[in-house]
């Protein structure tokens, strides 16, 4: 593939991920708006959190085995037309049952095309791709970063945080036709070997065999799963959480949403050079010890707004390499196709939605407090999964991650 194509590929697939950055988290700060326009209370309207992760399910399930069937590009395109279809139509829905099955709609695009643009690029680059799977979820956390401060703009002008949908659908549409200009990639006819430290050990061996690849796709899952339960619920409750516990009014709530995903976005861009440098058990341990410090200084300080800031932005930074990390180290262990992409986007879909919805059912009973408990107790459980990829039964798994 020459070079050239390849660059207007990544190029593309960036600012795809720019405009998924955008949609996803946004719920979080537009959720007392959506709640108004249907006139029902928080916990009613938290079950958006939980449809729109279930759509994220069914994308990557149902449509992402298409892109081992159909040229990629043709698919990530549909996919961004229906983003920006569904996203266009929520500031004049006024019914909850419809505003369920627009966000449903919605997640099951995000989900198609989350999975599109992670396989896409390891076919592109197949064992070079950690740097550019790096800079790929970097581009996700810069939409992220803007979301808020769009959001932000659109109360200021307009006096509503819903209409900003309307603005995100604008501006991810052209996204579609960028795709279909450029050749799709074709997935690799053969696994990628990759030369490392630990493959000619015993469990490497018996990894390629299959159990042990199977046992640690799964764990892989399991903390995805976690983790993304982790960030969508603090991306997605923080803002929720500075009004009710009246830290300062809804422009804050977007401030420090938007904090969060800058620094995430940060810690993602400082995390491309990182992942060239340092085992991905290292990574990891170093993001995780990161994220409850940055909880135990919003538990221990809950009422000041300096401490909540520098939580939000400790937990963002420690958070960010997270999840390439771990596509990265399964990308060096197995074949990656639409399906296997699927699945794990599949564990990241169903932490973003059991997680969220139950800070949402406990919110208004025990208090916002429960945010950042329920985080920390996800991931505490993150920590042991951590665990067992690193140590396992006589250390078997553990020689699997370096």
């Not at 939409?143 to 307009?158: C, E, F, N, Q």
């Not at 950042?372 to 020689?399: C, H, N």
Request: charged share 15%.
């Amino acid at each position: 593939m020459p070079d050239k194509t390849r660059r207007a590929q990544t190029a593309a697939y960036f600012i795809a991920f720019v405009a998924l950055g955008l949609g996803l988290p946004a719920l979080g700060p537009t959720l007392p708006g959506l709640a108004h326009q249907t006139h029902v209370k928080t916990g009613e309207i938290s079950y958006l959190f939980t449809l729109r992760s279930f759509g994220l399910v069914l994308g990557s399930l149902l449509i992402g085995r298409f892109y081992d069937r159909l040229p990629g590009h043709r698919v990530m395109a549909a996919m961004i037309a229906a983003m920006a279809a569904t996203m266009a139509l929520l500031p004049f829905v006024h019914s909850l049952a419809m505003l369920f099955g627009v966000m449903l709609a919605l997640g099951t695009a995000e989900g198609a095309l989350d999975v599109g643009g992670n396989v896409l690029l390891v076919w592109v680059y197949q064992k070079r791709v950690p740097p550019y799977m790096n800079a790929l979820h970097f581009c996700y956390g810069a939409g992220g970063m803007i979301s808020p401060l769009i959001i932000a703009k659109t109360l200021d002008i307009k006096g509503d945080t819903v209409f900003s949908y309307f603005v995100f659908a604008i501006l991810t549409l052209p996204v579609a036709g960028l795709l279909l200009a450029l050749p799709s990639p074709r997935s690799p006819t053969k696994q990628p070997e990759s030369p490392r430290r630990s493959d000619h050990s015993p469990s490497a061996k018996q990894e390629r065999t299959g159990q042990a690849s199977s046992r640690v796709l799964w764990l892989i899952v399991l903390l995805l799963a976690l983790y993304v339960g982790a960030e969508v619920s603090y991306g997605g409750w923080i803002y929720s959480y500075v009004v009710q516990a009246k830290l300062g009014d809804e422009i804050l709530g977007a401030d420090l949403t938007s904090v969060f995903w800058a620094s995430l976005t940060a810690g993602r861009l400082i995390g491309i050079g990182i992942a060239a440098r340092l085992r991905p058990r290292t990574i990891l341990l170093a993001d995780l010890i990161g994220c409850f410090i940055s909880l135990g200084i919003a538990l221990i300080w809950p009422s000041r707004v300096g401490a909540i800031t520098i939580a939000s932005a400790g937990i963002g930074l420690s958070m960010a390499s997270i999840y390439p990390t771990v596509l990265n180290f399964a990308e060096r262990r197995m074949r990656i196709t639409g399906q296997v992409t699927g699945l794990l986007t599949v564990g990241g879909s169903a932490g973003g939605m059991i997680v969220p919805l139950i800070v949402g059912q406990l919110f208004d009973s025990v208090g916002p407090r429960v945010m950042m408990l329920t985080i920390l107790a996800d991931l505490g459980v993150a920590l042991m999964i951590y665990m067992l990829l690193v140590v396992g039964k006589s250390g078997r798994i553990g020689e699997l991650t370096d």
